[in-house]
């Protein structure tokens, strides 16, 4: 994420914190005590605001938790980290490699608020046992022995329910978002369906927050105020948060490959090289009549590649040439017919085929060079891809 540094690495994961979260390490720590202030009038203001920068600090550490699960189960389930991100709201994983399972994104997503709620369980059974004067915090005064370290970790039992209930809504990409769209995804086989499905519900959510946002901050009073400013800008976040996701995904999801159900999809990529054909090859300094003549001696094909001292100088192809009144086609460079390099989109042999087919539906191409460092080393034609479907459709099935 831009604007952040480095915090270091945990478990080969590695952590940063964006510069929002110093700003909202400040602000938790300002309304940390004064709560504590109000509850605790006889503590000095020392003991008051050390309180609540450990507090802040701890919440921090219990949201870095909350990632961590979600980075280690996603890496447990074969997916590929990038790190973990601190920030104003809390906590982003980076993965590289989206779930491949309905499955796997929904214990990857669920982990989460249950690492959350196992925190909020076990800070509560220490108050049980150690701070008991201090449990009347989660309603009614706490008692008289209730002590600073007490007192936190009542605050973090409430804050860790919050946070785990607060990522369970479910609105992507919230992890409760992420939940409904792995069941959604289970349910229909289609993870573009359940993705649309996700972000519309997540869209609505953000709105919810908003209206109660306006809702709230009307009531009067600079409090309320405050509280309907904070509602209203975490539902403009999810709604910010949802429409990228759904940017994002109609990318990714755009590939053929990726939108049939995991038991469809074959398990192996077919790429490029496995469909293209050898390449019929002019050299730059040839005439319209030597082009022709190579294309024509070789059986299906329809163009050839223009190479200049090895390295690809344009493409021609048969209709391209007949555009030459055939008394001029030994006099005519092929220079003067050929699409120069820079106008031609090529693909590499290891590109996957799913995205040179697109690329020839989308730019509505009969053939595309395939280069490797810029040397030609085979044509795709709209024909190798028929075939090469055809090939696979009658291959005995092992
Ligand atoms: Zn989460």
């Known amino acids: 994420m831009e604007g952040s540094f480095r915090l270091g690495r ?4 590695e ?7 110093v700003i909202a390490f400040g602000v938790l720590t300002f ?6 202030g109000d509850l605790f009038p006889r503590w000095s203001s020392a003991t008051l605001w050390l309180t609540a920068a450990v507090g802040a600090l701890l919440l921090f550490a219990c949201v870095l938790i909350h990632e961590l699960s979600h980075a280690l189960l996603a890496r447990a389930r074969g997916m590929s980290v990038g790190g973990i991100t601190l ?3 809390g906590g982003v994983t980076s993965i590289h490699s989206e779930a491949e399972r309905p499955e796997d994104e929904f214990w990857m997503a669920l982990v989460g608020p249950l690492a959350s709620f196992a925190l909020a369980a076990t800070a509560w059974l220490l108050v049980q ?8 915090l989660f309603g009614g ?4 022995g209730c002590t600073p370290t007490g007192a936190l970790l009542v605050y973090l039992a409430q804050a860790n329910l919050l946070l785990g209930l607060f990522n369970l809504i479910p609105g992507f990409p919230l992890d409760g978002g992420r939940v409904l769209r792995a069941l959604a995804w289970g349910a229909f086989g289609d993870l573009r369906r359940a993705t649309r499905l996700a972000v519309r519900l997540g869209q609505g959510v953000a709105y919810v927050f908003i209206l109660l946002g306006i809702v709230v901050g009307l009531r009067g ?4 105020l405050a509280h309907g400013i904070w509602l209203a800008f975490i539902g403009w976040f999810l709604l910010n948060a949802a429409e990228a996701s759904e940017r994002q995904l109609a990318l990714r999801i755009a590939g053929p490959a990726s939108t ?4 469809q999809r074959p398990a192996r990529v077919p790429t490029v090289a496995e469909a293209m054909r050898a390449p019929v090859l002019v050299s730059a300094d040839a005439t319209v009549y030597d082009a022709l003549e190579r294309i024509l001696a070789a059986p299906g094909a329809r163009a050839a590649l223009v190479v200049d001292h090895g390295r690809l100088a344009g493409l021609v192809s048969l209709a391209d040439l007949h555009r030459v009144p055939p008394l001029w086609w030994s006099a005519t460079p092929l220079r003067r017919v050929v699409v120069p390099v820079e106008s031609v989109v090529a693909v590499g042999p290891d590109t996957p085929l799913h995205e040179a087919v697109r690329l020839l539906a989308l730019r509505d191409l009969n053939q595309v060079p395939v280069l490797r460092d810029g040397t030609p080393v085979g044509l795709l034609t709209r024909a190798d891809v028929l075939h090469y479907l055809h090939r696979q459709d009658s291959a005995p099935v092992a």
Do not use: D, N, T, Y
């Not at 945990?10 to 994961?13: C, D, L, N, S, Y």
């Open 10 to 13: 945990i478990a080969g994961i």
């Open 15 to 21: 952590i940063g914190v964006h510069a929002s979260w």
């Open 31 to 36: 309304f940390l005590a004064q709560s504590f």
């Open 87 to 89: 920030f104003v709201f």
């Open 129 to 136: 046992r150690f701070a008991a004067a201090c449990g009347g």
């Open 141 to 144: 005064w706490p008692g008289r």
């Open 221 to 224: 009073g600079l409090e309320m």
């Open 260 to 263: 049939l159900p995991a038991a």
